[in-house]
């Protein structure tokens, strides 16, 4: 079984700082794990993935996030926030090895204040 | 390479009518998805399929359908179409066997009247 909890429905930020959203995940397989973006009235877009290589993964747009095993937690992190940073953020988790769908969490709107 | 193409994009239903949405990807991958997005809330999943000829329900298969005879189809099927399915549908295939990643398909927004 697999699950994957984001830990804020909300975060606000000024632009100019720092951007982090929280994600804890639980598998019983090696996991990949995955942020999706998703800006208003749009389709989801990839933002960035980890499948077991390098645990400090970048993504596009200065997005990256760091695999830690030993916190089961997944966070993804931005330097700088942009106004156009301010979407939905979808962690998922995925089990290759396994027989199970992969699962979406439940989201994080990201608002930025000018 | 198209990827996974959904259509309709967009329907207008009155109550009691069926339809349904169809799903095609070109990438052979052996995991599709369908699922349902309500304003303002996150992805629920109705269906999936691991699989042709193999299908199994997710969070909200009430009121759904879905079959996979062949690996590139999944078509999701309406049946007595109610206020409560108005909704955007994504339809999704998963990259199972290399990375486990989603392709998405542009959504279709669904209103029943």
């Known amino acids: 079984a697999q699950s994957v909890t984001q830990l804020d429905s909300h975060v606000s930020v000024s632009e100019g700082t720092p951007v982090l959203l929280r994600c804890n995940y639980s598998?019983?397989?090696?996991?990949?794990l995955f942020w999706y973006v998703q800006h208003p009235n749009k389709g989801l877009q990839l933002l960035l993935k980890?499948?077991?290589?390098?645990?400090l993964v970048k993504g596009i747009n200065g997005f990256e996030a760091e695999f830690k095993k030993s916190e089961t937690s997944f966070h993804l992190t931005k330097p700088s926030a942009h106004m156009s940073d301010a979407a939905e953020y979808f962690c998922?988790?995925?089990?290759?090895?396994?027989?199970?769908?992969?699962?979406f969490g439940k989201g994080t709107r990201l608002s930025v204040i000018a | 390479n198209a990827g996974v193409t959904q259509t309709p994009k967009f329907r207008i239903l009155k109550i009691g009518q069926s339809m349904t949405l169809q799903c095609t990807q070109d990438?052979?991958?052996?995991?599709m998805y369908w699922y349902r997005q309500d304003p303002g809330m996150g992805l629920k999943l109705i269906y999936y399929?691991?699989?042709?000829?193999?299908?199994d329900k997710g969070e909200v298969p009430n009121g759904y359908n879905v079959s996979r005879s062949t690996t590139e189809d999944f078509p999701l099927r309406l049946e007595l179409a109610a206020p409560s399915q108005t909704s955007v549908y994504f339809c999704?295939?998963?990259?199972?066997?290399?990375?486990?990643?989603?392709?998405f398909g542009e959504g279709s927004r669904l209103t029943v009247l």
């Open positions: 399929s691991v699989g042709a000829g193999i299908t």
């Open positions: 598998s019983s397989y090696s996991p990949s």
């Open positions: 990438m052979n991958h052996n995991y």
């Open positions: 998922v988790v995925s089990s290759p090895s396994g027989n199970t769908p992969l699962v």
């Open positions: 980890y499948t077991s290589a390098a645990t």
């Open positions: 999704a295939s998963e990259n199972r066997v290399n990375t486990g990643e989603l392709f």
